[in-house]
Each structure stands twice: as C-alpha cells, then as structure tokens.
C-alpha cells in the first residue's frame, strides 16, 4: 500500500494502482505497512478473535469465500432470514 500525501488516499500497487504518472510519483510507502508489523497485527487479532466471536456466536456464520459472489450473497441471505424469522430483511 501507498499513500499519496497530497490527498491521502491509500493505493494497493497492484489491485488498485494510481492511474496517474504524476500521483505514482509522489506516493509514499506507509510506515506501518510492513512485514514485521503485519505479523504483530495478525498475531493480535488471533489473540483476541475467540473473546469477540464468543460475544458474536448467536450471530455469526462461516461463509466459503472460495464461491461465486452471487452463490456467498444468496447463502448470507438465507442465513440472516434464519437468524430473524419473519422480521424484514432488506438485502440490497
């Protein structure tokens, strides 16, 4: 990730590249994106992930990202419709 300094938007160099020569220029690399502070924000989020999903568990699913869009939306749907019943959903 980069960000331009100019107007502080953050760039992923290769999903979201600037299309700009002249903002590709002046981008600076974060200072907290590197790999030793990855490791460390990883390793907290393992730490503290089973507290916050044990708060969570009543509501909470898994869900296969490795499927289409359209099959992961249709399945959290019918799994929020479980969860609420005959309450209105609005999935947009």
């Known amino acids: 990730r ?4 100019v107007t502080g938007k953050i760039y992923h160099m290769t999903f979201s590249p600037p299309k700009d020569e002249e903002i590709l220029a002046r981008l ?3 200072s907290d994106d590197t790999e030793e502070k990855v ?14 999903k044990g708060n969570y568990a009543d509501m909470t ?3 296969d990202g490795s499927k289409k869009p359209s099959e992961i939306a ?19």
Not at 74 to 92: C, F, H, L, Q, T
Request: proline residues 2%.
């Open 2 to 5: 980069r960000t331009d300094p």
């Open 39 to 52: 490791k460390v924000r990883l390793g907290q989020f393992h730490a503290n992930i089973g507290a916050i």
């Open 28 to 30: 600076e690399h974060r």
């Open 74 to 92: 249709a399945n959290i749907e019918s799994e929020i419709k479980k969860m609420v019943g005959d309450r209105a959903v609005y999935v947009n």
């Open 61 to 63: 699913i898994e869900v």
